[in-house]
Each structure stands twice: as structure tokens, then as C-alpha cells.
Nanobody, 120 residues
Framework: QVQLVESGGGLVQAGGPLRLSCAAS????????MGWFRQAPGKEREFVAT????????YYADSVKGRFTIPRDNANKTVYLQMNSLKPEDTAVYYC?????????????WGQGTQVTVSS
């Protein structure tokens, strides 16, 4: 069992940066691939980024490639989403997920989500 808690969301101007954190509790965090997903109002949840168990491999949605990164810190059981050059279309609730499968296209465990709003 893994519990996930996201933090770091908020309101930011277009072009600015924001870093989300996802803190995990429970055992074997390093055994899970991690992913970030987002859901905008009126839209389905979509994949954003994923990182492998060791952190040696990452994969991004085309819409965020070159702007977002997904580092993880296994010692502190935390995964991050560093978001740069934010756009209004990045506005969404962001969720982190733990997955037994890499790349994490879905999750076995989910956080509660954190709101990111990008103003133009």
C-alpha cells in the first residue's frame, strides 16, 4: 500500500515556473514507477510524465516535453514535477500516481490532486 500526497499547486502567471511535490508513505516507494497526470475542467484525465523505479528513464507527453521534468528522490520518497514556461492550457488538477508498470500510463495508487492555475 502506498499513500500519496501532492503539494505545491497554486496560481502562476504564464511563462513562470512551478514545482509540484508528491510525498509517499508506505513501503517500497522505490519499487514503483511514478507518474503525473492532469485533468482540466470538462476534459478527461491525461498523462503528463512518468519516471522509472530508479529514475534512470523518463517519458513525457508531447505537450509538456522540453518544459516539464519529473525527478524523484527515493531516499525521501518524493517525486516532483518541475514545470517551466507554463501556459494557460496547463491549468488543471494535477495528480501523482504510483504504478507497478513503467511507463506509468495509469496508476495503482493515486494522490488527491493539487490545483494549478496559469493566468495569461
Amino acid at each position: 500500500q502506498v499513500q500519496l500526497v501532492e503539494s505545491g499547486g497554486g496560481l502562476v502567471q504564464a511563462g513562470g515556473p512551478l514545482r509540484l511535490s508528491c510525498a509517499a508513505s508506505g513501503r517500497s516507494f522505490s519499487s514503483y514507477a511514478m507518474g503525473w497526470f492532469r485533468q482540466a475542467p470538462g476534459k478527461e484525465r491525461e498523462f503528463v510524465a512518468t519516471i522509472s523505479w530508479s529514475g534512470g528513464s523518463t517519458y513525457y507527453a508531447d505537450s509538456v516535453k522540453g518544459r516539464f521534468t519529473i525527478p524523484r528522490d527515493n531516499a525521501n520518497k518524493t517525486v516532483y514535477l518541475q514545470m517551466n514556461s507554463l501556459k494557460p492550457e496547463d491549468t488543471a488538477v494535477y495528480y501523482c500516481a504510483a504504478s507497478r508498470v513503467y511507463p506509468a500510463r495509469s496508476g495503482d495508487y493515486w494522490g488527491q490532486g493539487t490545483q494549478v492555475t496559469v493566468s495569461s
